[in-house]
């Protein structure tokens, strides 16, 4: 019950923005929307959460939509590094995050 | 600053056996979550811990899961009888407190393999 819909897999050339949308219709008013990444092998890393207003941080930027029913993940200037899984998840309450598939982001050179 | 450490970072162990996970949460932590990930699937929630507040069991998937945690310092998650559907890595994350405006930072995990 991820509550969230993401692409299964997208590309990106190295230096350019890669987009990740996701699509959260039933999200509650509550609710926040993070963005977690996951490198090969290793623990899922943090990358920016937002409520109602985009947010930027010094990894992405973050697009809600006014009706909040979606948000779009933007990596400025992707490297490839930035190749990993990359999850988009609607949060209700202070306890466990519920992770779905993930959008698998390949960026190459 | 230090982030969520956990060790071992990998573990084989025979299955009937029981083990043993730690996890060092950062500093200031008040919330401690365990999450499971089976090879090439997505993270399933285990157990999480709030300050002194019942922990939240709901996620472990059998009596043979337990969890403690002391005070808001290092948490031990326990594995009785292992079975080798238990193999995955187990992840620890901790947050400044169990709200939805906290993000969890998580640590490397721990790879048990049940032989």
């Known amino acids: 019950d991820a509550k969230t819909t993401q692409p299964t897999s997208m590309d990106c050339a190295e230096g350019r923005a890669a987009n990740l949308p996701c699509n959260h219709s039933?999200?509650?008013?509550?609710?926040?929307v993070y963005w977690y990444r996951q490198i090969h092998s290793q623990g899922p890393q943090y990358i920016i959460h937002?409520?109602?207003n985009n947010e930027t941080n010094e990894m992405a930027s973050l697009i809600i939509t006014e009706d909040r029913k979606s948000s779009t993940l933007i990596l400025p200037h992707a490297t490839l590094r930035d190749t990993a899984v990359y999850y988009c998840?609607?949060?209700?309450?202070?306890?466990?995050?519920?992770f779905g598939t993930g959008t698998r982001l390949q960026v190459f050179p | 600053g230090a982030g969520v450490s956990q060790s071992p970072s990998n573990k084989v162990t025979e299955k009937g056996k029981d083990v043993e996970l730690r996890c060092d949460p950062i500093?200031?932590?008040?919330?401690l979550y365990w999450y499971r990930q089976r090879l090439g699937q997505g993270l399933e929630f285990l157990i999480y811990?709030?300050?002194?507040?019942?922990?939240?069991k709901s996620g472990l998937p059998s009596d043979r899961f337990s969890a403690e945690r002391t005070g808001e310092s290092v948490s031990t998650l326990t594995i009785q009888r292992t079975q080798q559907e238990d193999s995955a890595v187990y992840l620890c994350?901790?947050?400044?407190?169990?709200?939805?405006?906290?993000?969890?930072?998580f640590g490397p995990g721990t790879r048990l393999t049940v032989t």
């Open positions: 994350a901790s947050s400044l407190a169990a709200s939805a405006s906290y993000e969890q930072y």
């Open positions: 039933t999200i509650s008013g509550n609710e926040y």
């Open positions: 937002g409520l109602k």
């Open positions: 998840i609607v949060r209700p309450s202070g306890d466990k995050l519920i």
């Open positions: 500093s200031g932590h008040t919330a």
């Open positions: 811990f709030q300050g002194n507040s019942a922990p939240d």
